[in-house]
């Protein structure tokens, strides 16, 4: 797992130095609505990461969220993200980050989330803890409702915001504040982190999740995944915001 983790920093890395190389004019395409956009970035990010894996491991899997997918010979497969964040990235905000899972027979064996624009790397291994740029990171636990900082997000399909839009307005009047970064990946790193006490959000993908699932769960939150929505805080704060959220 450290040599497995040791490669997937070193391509996050590559692939935040590529995207930090913003050009003047991005071009942009859509996939599933009119606000939901790719950029010609996300795919040279995509195209970087996949030429890397495979040039050190060419039997490894690979699940892209643009496309790149291919089957696994050897056992393991690689989840990634180019750009989770991309609207952040268009209208250069910060906050984006780049994604990469592997998974194993097992499971999730490695995460890393890096946001260089926040100084912000995320890391853990399966049984190995999580860490923020090399320091040991714990999630806030216990914390109750009407105590908790959530963070949140919204799809960019239309019957899914209005969901949302329920969701938001029961969950506002019960918590101290919500906050929506962007970036489904930082957000639940921030979870791992202690920077937020919770998260909730609806349609997220694996390569919007497994990377920071596992750095969360490593962290000694809960993320668990109900249909189109995920959950994620310390297990107190879970319990009581899935029976909120599912209710």
Excluded at 119 to 139: D, E, M, P, Q
Aim: proline share 4%; charged share 25%; with cysteine.
């Amino acid at each position: 797992m450290d040599e497995l983790l040791k490669l997937a920093i070193s391509i996050a890395k590559d692939a935040g130095a590529l995207l930090l190389e913003r050009p003047a004019r991005l071009s942009i395409d859509t996939k599933t609505s009119d606000i939901d956009i790719v950029t010609q970035m996300d795919k040279q990010s995509e195209k970087l990461i996949v030429e890397a894996i495979l040039k050190v491991r060419p039997d490894d899997g690979i699940i892209s969220e643009e496309g790149a997918n291919r089957p696994s010979k050897s056992g393991y497969t690689w989840v990634i993200d180019p750009i989770d964040g991309t609207v952040n990235y268009f209208y250069n905000m910060h906050g984006w980050s780049v994604s990469i899972a592997i998974r194993d027979p097992e499971g999730i064996a490695v995460g890393v989330v890096y946001a260089p624009t926040i100084n912000s790397l995320y890391t853990a291994t399966r049984g190995g803890g999580a860490f923020l740029n090399g320091i040991a990171i714990k999630a806030n636990e216990p914390v109750e409702l009407n105590k908790a900082l959530i963070a949140t997000g919204f799809h960019y399909r239309s019957e899914l915001r209005e969901i949302q839009v329920k969701q938001f307005t029961d969950l506002i009047l019960k918590v101290r504040d919500i906050r929506r970064n962007g970036s489904a990946a930082i957000d639940i790193c921030h979870v791992a982190a202690g920077l937020v006490d919770g998260y909730y959000e609806m349609g997220l993908h694996p390569w919007d999740r497994d990377a920071a699932e596992l750095i969360a769960t490593e962290a000694g939150a809960e993320v668990s995944v109900h249909g189109e929505l995920t959950i994620a805080a310390g297990p107190h704060l879970h319990r009581i915001l899935s029976a909120q959220l599912l209710s």
